[in-house]
T-cell receptor, first 112, second 115 residues
Framework: AQSVTQLGSHVSVSEGALVLLRCNYSSSVPPYLFWYVQYPNQGLQLLLKYTTGATLVKGINGFEAEFKKSETSFHLTKPSAHMSDAAEYFC??????????FGTGTSLTVIP | GAGVSQSPSNKVTEKGKDVELRCDPI?????LYWYRQSLGQGLEFLIYFQGNSAPDKSGLPSDRFSAERTGGSVSTLTIQRTQQEDSAVYLCASTQGRSSYNEQFFGPGTRLTVL
């Protein structure tokens, strides 16, 4: 069975501060891990994904995430928040079969 | 090229009525997913189509929900005898190929409100 837990449904950071959005997963098979972003009134779009290989994955808009198997985590970070980063962020896991399991999302607010 | 499109963008209906939601995936994408997004609930998997294979319906919440995909392209999600708890945003996504590590491309969603 696979599942995703996102700690913190709402995160607020000041502009220029570090962004850290937490994601922990459960998977009985080697997981594929994803972060998606949903801007207001738009569909979800892929930020980055981990499949195999390097555990530090870089995505669009300066975001990156690190796969830590020992901690079953895939936290999303960005060194310096911009106002345009305000959005809903979803972590997802897939593996055996073709189902994707999404977390409940984290709403990021950036304070000027 | 064109992305995933969904129609209508908004649908308001009365309890007990049937509704049909449409999804046009990206041309050439063989896999198509339907999800339901409720406030504070994240994305809930509903159904998955892959090519001509039998769909994975394991996420459909009740027998009032059904979906079909004609010609391996357009998909319609039908909700019969709608209930207020069906109110949500229904998202469609398509993927190229069979692998579960391929990126899903999402449509903008249909916001369903059941009065």
């Amino acid at each position: 069975a696979q599942s995703v837990t996102q700690l913190g449904s709402h995160v607020s950071v000041s502009e220029g501060a570090l962004v850290l959005l937490r994601c922990n997963y459960s998977s009985s098979v080697p997981p594929y891990l994803f972060w998606y972003v949903q801007y207001p009134n738009q569909g979800l779009q892929l930020l980055l994904k981990y499949t195999t290989g390097a555990t530090l994955v870089k995505g669009i808009n300066g975001f990156e995430a690190e796969f830590k198997k020992s901690e079953t985590s895939f936290h999303l970070t960005k060194p310096s928040a911009h106002m345009s980063d305000a959005a809903e962020y979803f972590c997802a896991v897939s593996g055996a079969g073709n189902q994707f399991y999404f977390g409940t999302g984290t709403s990021l607010t950036v304070i000027p | 090229g064109a992305g995933v499109s969904q129609s209508p963008s908004n649908k308001v209906t009365e309890k007990g009525k049937d509704v049909e939601l449409r999804c046009d995936p990206i041309s050439g994408h063989t896999a198509l997913y339907w999800y339901r997004q409720s406030l504070g609930q994240g994305l809930e998997f509903l159904i998955y189509f892959q090519g001509n294979s039998a769909p994975d319906k394991s996420g459909l919440p009740s027998d009032r929900f059904s979906a079909e995909r004609t010609g391996g392209s357009v998909s319609t999600l039908t909700i019969q005898r709608t209930q207020q708890e069906d109110s949500a945003v229904y998202l469609c996504a398509s993927t190229q190929g069979r692998s579960s590590y391929n990126e899903q491309f999402f449509g903008p969603g249909t916001r369903l409100t059941v009065l």
